[in-house]
């Protein structure tokens, strides 16, 4: 949930409640198997890490073992796989008075630990939670593991299944699946249950080999059905109780650790996401809820106040570390037995530096504390380069108390030449920014002329970025984009008069900022970076919209030239509610609700704003009124969006990516509304399945789509 969506709810009440790359991977860029056991023992040693060498013949088990899920109530999991390790992980928590037990670690080629080629022992602590991290190498490339853990009674965990990367040089086509934002307390995972199910049934080389995460793991905003039994329609699910939490309206936020450690086990205690993580590795990132919902570095704001919060920021890195198995770098060392937390003080952050982060030791000590961008091979044809949007980024403009003035209390938009001016801060116009805004016959100071201008990346992860992109040799060069690039625009200047005031802006409309569809400044200098080093295959995945998106990589929009450099993707929530399901609940006699949705008998709902921001405000607004498509497209403004191919502002489920020498697709598996479980193996029925297709183009050539509608009834957006 970003600003624009808080921007929406002060026009909508009843809406809302109110470094360097190689530091990044732990093993050497040589293979496991290339270096030897005792190279590979010697350098996990010197990192502190527990540690497991295959064998190259399998023997059975000898372990004394009996599945004890009710003592691992967390469940297992991997991480971060490359072509000859793995990260594994479990928590096995004790309650007699022990501060520490060992655990032993099997790895096995089958799931009857028959032939089992690692094994080791690993500690787990009450310092870390109970939790330990095991790095196994030695394993073959693409290759099925199994693995389970068992302490020294015999009580073991489940079994769980993990992956090996390919080799670089694997010339094969990979499949993975990207997910974000999964709410326990206001949804279920069924689209988890759905992609387990299809997996399982699909051929060898269809399945998936791992699965993206791109943020929003947990929400830490959590609420008690005592007190909020429902949001919208949706019931609210008993998680239990945050330790020393803070009450911000009807939510209680973590102020300590042990905070977001209950977070974050009520989370993976849910049976879908559990059995997800047991079956294939994650590679994740997080977003803004796993440390604050409005924050950003190490300021929280709540009830539009800022407040340093360094302890916390440090608080939220290490439950992430202690639940998330990763490749992750952290400031205590590369260890995998404890996070180590650094020792900040709350204090007040005052100065910036001239890239607009927090010049304040404490500041930077949280920020430093985990290093969570880094880039992952996946054979010949993926690069991931993943992205941290949250822990370097600067404040919205659009959300300070100065961006008050630009309100309008007739449109929930900001018209579009105020938010480059806002976003390009004292670089706007050549470094020749206005002293004053005007704005609906005001003159507002222009609070941002000597600020620079707005980065989400920040110096460092930006320049490490621009390197590997640059120096990846993969077919697709795939961004991991925790928040969305696509631009969300409007065309107000078209609404028919009368209907409400006129527009005051010069053109079109924006929905403010808050990710890089309002940070126009820092996106057109990575996509002029890939257009001038003639970067080929890029292309962007991203979640945090609760919502699905296809379209193209372009810095600008019409009237200026629309020039993309690669295909952007976003896939919808995988439960989390999102904005269509939010303007159900919107005023009645609004005269903008059109726009957004459109009631039809029976209180059924249509999602008209998919045709918005796609086709214009005509077109939606004719469509709310007649129902008519063909008469809407008539209507149709093509300069609106031309980087859009496709949207769906109300889709929940995941997409699936597959990756090949002649085509990359992604395709999207939209689930109903996930307000309860659904008992199903296979997690329920379908709404539609969507793929969207890409063959590779030159350098200077524009990219493009090509759309199949696979299974189901697709949204609006989709003209007949």
């Known amino acids: ?152 009674a015999g009580a073991g965990s489940r079994v769980g299944r993990t992956i090996t990367a390919p080799l670089v040089g694997d010339t094969s086509s990979k499949r993975f699946a990207f997910v974000s934002c999964q709410s326990v307390n206001e949804g279920a995972q069924n689209a988890y249950r759905r992609m387990i199910w299809e997996d399982e049934r699909a051929p060898p080389d269809q399945q998936l080999c791992f699965v993206l995460h791109l943020g929003d793991f ?24 945050v330790p020393d939490a803070r009450k911000v309206s009807n939510f ?112 930077r000590l949280a920020l430093g504390s985990m290093t969570a961008y880094r880039a992952m091979r996946y054979g010949r044809h993926i690069e991931l380069i993943i992205t941290d949007h949250h822990s370097y980024t600067m404040e919205d403009p659009t959300t300070r108390p100065e961006a008050d003035a630009f309100e309008l209390p007739d449109f929930p938009f900001l018209p579009e030449e105020v938010m480059e001016v806002l976003d390009a801060g004292n670089a706007y116009a050549d470094r020749n920014p206005p002293a004053t805004i005007p704005f609906d016959g005001k003159t507002i100071p222009n609070f941002r002329k000597d600020e620079p201008p707005i980065t989400l990346l920040g110096a460092e992860q930006k320049s490490w970025f621009k390197r590997a992109i640059a120096e990846s040799k993969a077919t697709w060069k795939i961004w991991a984009a925790s928040n969305g690039t696509l631009d969300w625009r409007v065309d107000p200047q078209n609404l028919p008069k009368g209907l ?101 008998p029976g209180g059924k709902f249509e999602t008209t704003i998919n045709l918005t921001l796609k086709h214009g405000v005509r077109s939606a607004l004719e469509y709310a009124r007649s129902g008519d498509l063909a008469a809407a497209r008539r209507l149709s403004n093509p300069a609106n969006a031309p980087h859009l191919e496709f949207i769906d502002m109300g889709g929940h489920g995941y997409a699936v990516v597959t990756a090949g020498p002649t085509a990359l697709e992604t395709e999207f598996v939209c689930i109903p509304r996930p307000v309860n479980r659904n008992e199903r193996s296979d997690g329920g029925p379908l709404a539609y399945r969507i793929a969207h297709r890409v063959k590779p183009w030159a350098s200077g050539a524009a990219p493009r789509l090509e759309r199949v509608v696979l299974e189901g009834t697709p949204p609006l957006v989709l003209f007949p």
Not at 227 to 233: I, L, T
Request: net charge neutral.
């Open 1 to 152: 949930m970003d600003s624009r969506w808080v921007r929406l709810a002060k026009k909508l009440p009843a809406m809302l409640n109110t470094r360097k790359p190689e530091g990044h991977f732990i093993m050497p860029k040589n293979s496991t198997r290339q270096i030897g056991r005792r190279a590979f023992m010697l350098y996990a040693a010197a990192m502190g890490a527990t540690a497991a060498w295959a064998r190259p013949m399998g023997v059975a088990s000898r372990q004394r073992w009996t599945e004890r899920r009710d003592l691992y109530p967390d469940g297992v999991a991997s991480g971060d796989p490359d072509s000859t390790s793995v990260i594994l992980w479990t928590r096995r928590p004790y309650e007699d008075g022990r501060h520490s037990a060992t655990l032993w670690v099997e790895v096995a080629d089958d799931a009857a630990f028959k032939h089992v080629v690692a094994t080791s022992h690993t500690a787990v602590s009450d310092v870390a939670d109970w939790t330990t991290r095991v790095l196994v190498g030695g394993l073959k490339p693409s290759h099925i593991y199994w693995y389970r853990f068992v302490d020294e």
């Open 218 to 241: 947990i929400y830490e905003v959590v609420e008690y059905p005592e007190e909020v039994p429902h949001r919208y329609d949706r019931t609210i699910f008993d998680i239990g109780k």
């Open 252 to 363: 209680h936020v973590p102020t300590t650790l042990e905070g977001y450690r209950m977070v974050y086990k009520a989370h993976i205690r849910d049976l879908d996401i559990q059995d997800a993580r047991a079956r294939w590795p994650f590679v994740c990132i997080g977003d803004n809820h796993e440390f604050s919902w409005q924050g950003w570095q190490s300021f929280i704001k709540y009830d539009g106040k800022v407040e340093p919060a360094q302890s916390l920021r440090v608080a939220a890195n290490q439950a992430w570390w202690e639940f998330i198995p990763s490749r992750v770098r952290k400031s205590s060392g590369p260890d995998l037995d404890r996070f180590d937390p650094p020792a900040v003080n709350n204090a007040p952050i005052e100065r910036f530096d001239a890239e607009g982060l927090g010049d304040e030791p404490n500041n």
């Open 500 to 600: 409400t005031k006129p527009w005051p802006g010069g053109g079109y409309a924006c929905f403010g900022g808050g990710d890089l569809s309002g940070i126009h400044t820092e996106r057109a200098e990575l996509y002029d970076f890939i257009r001038d080093r003639k970067i080929e295959g890029f292309v962007t995945v991203s979640g945090d919209r609760h919502s699905f998106w296809a379209g193209y990589a372009a810095k600008a929009l019409p009237p200026r030239a629309f020039e993309p450099v690669g295909v952007a993707f976003i896939c919808g929530s995988l439960s989390a509610p999102g904005l269509a399901e939010a303007v159900e609940h919107r005023p009645k006699d609004y005269p903008l609700s059109p726009l957004f949705v459109a009631e039809r």
